[in-house]
């Protein structure tokens, strides 16, 4: 069947993580997108990390895969004009370059609306328009730390902490991609383009909502109930990092399981969900403690919390973390193990989803990639490997109606 976004052309102008997060999703549902590089470097993760010498980095492939690339440059006077024309066909121009780059290569919004009014123009940057930061160049860890994830992540006697997942890059992206898609459906009833900007400070934020609920009731009520702070610590005028308790109003813990001293993700987490306290107390092996004044609220709890977490541990200490979630499940306690990258790329069932895959890019044969992680009941995404650097370069400028002796020039010339 056709996928949903078949025939929708988009001019990936993107590079690293963010834009390109955001490109590959609408790839993966069908669009067409083109990714323009400049001749003979291209993105820049096809050199970093690698793994295999000269071979494109896995960093580049597993953001890029379903995607065709063209080489162009676009600071020549004819790779400007190319961009001009690939403007006036396409749907939607995705970039995340430095801030005022794309503006002193002739690109300005204005400028590409009035080339094409139609179009949708899709922008990250690390600050919004307005913001006192906003000419600062942006990665992954800026924006975690001035989105709010890094001052309320880790615990409180350690320094502000980065999270493992891409908070600033991919998930930017993603935000990205809803606002791109939003504007399409705008079109089909106005008939304009316009422009949708995501900063990455603003997409962590929008994460980090739940801290900023706290810093409002921290300034209301002096405490944060569910914190380990609660009631023993003290509690400043901000949002103290929690280490590993729970965000919402069900606490809970990372606990050890058997195997901890060698195996450094033998641990599973454990929620405490208040509905469930009967069943939790005869898991863990005290159900008189389903009586008792000092256990029966989650307030009561709170002040020997850990010597409850202690007590789990002891039950679990004879079983390996999936034993602990077997047993544990049959109890409707809400839990997990703490699974390794090891234990995730080999999981069965998460091939099984398609949520990793394994696909073919040309010269580097078969590898491991990220899947459609939004599962639809009408198709599977087909993921493929990413491009070659200018892989389509000639499939393209021959659409562009540029002949064989042109394209060969312009590659003399360094264009593409
Ligand atoms: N042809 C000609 N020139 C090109 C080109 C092409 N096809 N593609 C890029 N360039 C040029 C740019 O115009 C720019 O030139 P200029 O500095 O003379 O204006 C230059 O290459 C560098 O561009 P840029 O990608 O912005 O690289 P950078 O190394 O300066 O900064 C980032 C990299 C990621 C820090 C920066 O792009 C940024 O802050 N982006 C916004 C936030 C973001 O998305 N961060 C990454 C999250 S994963």
């Known amino acids: 069947m056709a ?17 390109p997060a955001c490109t590959q999703l609408l790839a993966w ?15 820049v993760t096809r050199q970093q990390l690698r793994d295999i010498p000269d071979l494109d980095a896995l960093y580049f492939t597993m953001l890029n895969s379903n995607k065709r690339s063209l080489t162009l440059n676009t600071k020549t006077p004819e790779g400007k004009r190319i961009l001009e024309n690939l403007i006036r066909d396409a749907d939607v121009l995705v970039e995340n370059f430095a801030p005022g780059a794309l503006d002193r290569m002739g690109f300005t919004w204005e400028r590409i609306h009035e080339i094409n009014p139609k179009l949708i123009f899709g922008s990250v940057k690390g600050f919004s328009e307005g ?27 350690g320094p502000p902490t980065i999270s493992g997942a891409a908070l600033g ?16 459906i705008g079109r089909q009833k106005t008939g304009q383009g316009q422009k949708v900007a995501v900063s990455m400070q603003d997409a962590v934020l929008n994460l980090c909502r739940v801290k900023l609920r706290d810093q409002e009731r921290l300034e209301h009520v002096g405490y944060l109930e569910e914190y380990p702070q609660y009631p023993n610590g003290k509690f400043s005028d901000t949002v103290p990092r929690g280490g590993n308790a729970g965000g919402g109003g069900q606490p809970g813990w990372v606990l050890k399981c058997k195997g901890w001293e ?27 403690w389903k009586k008792d004044p000092a256990y029966t609220t989650a307030r009561a709890r709170q002040s020997h919390i850990f010597d409850i977490f202690a007590e789990i541990e002891k039950k679990l200490a004879d079983k390996t973390k999936f034993e602990a979630i077997e047993y544990l499940r049959k109890f409707g306690v809400p839990c997990a193990p703490v699974l390794s990258m ?18 073919v890019q040309e010269e580097r044969g078969k590898y491991l990639t990220v899947g459609s992680p939004i599962k639809f009941s009408a198709f599977k995404p087909d993921i493929t490997g990413a491009p070659l650097l200018g892989e389509h370069t000639d499939q393209v400028l021959a659409t562009l109606g540029y002949s064989g002796d042109q394209i060969a020039k312009l590659y003399q010339d360094k264009v593409v």
């Open 262 to 288: 060698t195996d450094p993700n033998a641990y599973i987490y454990f929620t405490v969900q208040e509905q469930n306290w009967g069943p939790t107390c005869d898991a863990i092996g005290h159900p008189e």
């Open 3 to 19: 996928l949903p976004l078949e025939g929708i052309k988009i001019i990936d102008f993107t590079g690293v993580q963010a834009g």
């Open 131 to 157: 913001s006192p930061y906003a000419d600062i160049k942006a990665y992954e860890n800026v924006a975690q730390c001035a989105g709010g994830a890094a001052s309320t992540t880790g615990f409180w006697d």
């Open 29 to 43: 549902f069908g669009a067409d997108v083109l990714k323009v590089e400049r001749p003979g470097v291209g993105d």
């Open 169 to 184: 890059d991919s998930n930017t992206g993603m935000h990205l991609a809803i606002g791109i898609l939003t504007a399409l």
């Open 342 to 359: 090891k234990e995730i790329a080999y999981d069965p069932a998460l091939r099984a989803s398609g949520t990793i895959v394994e696909v």
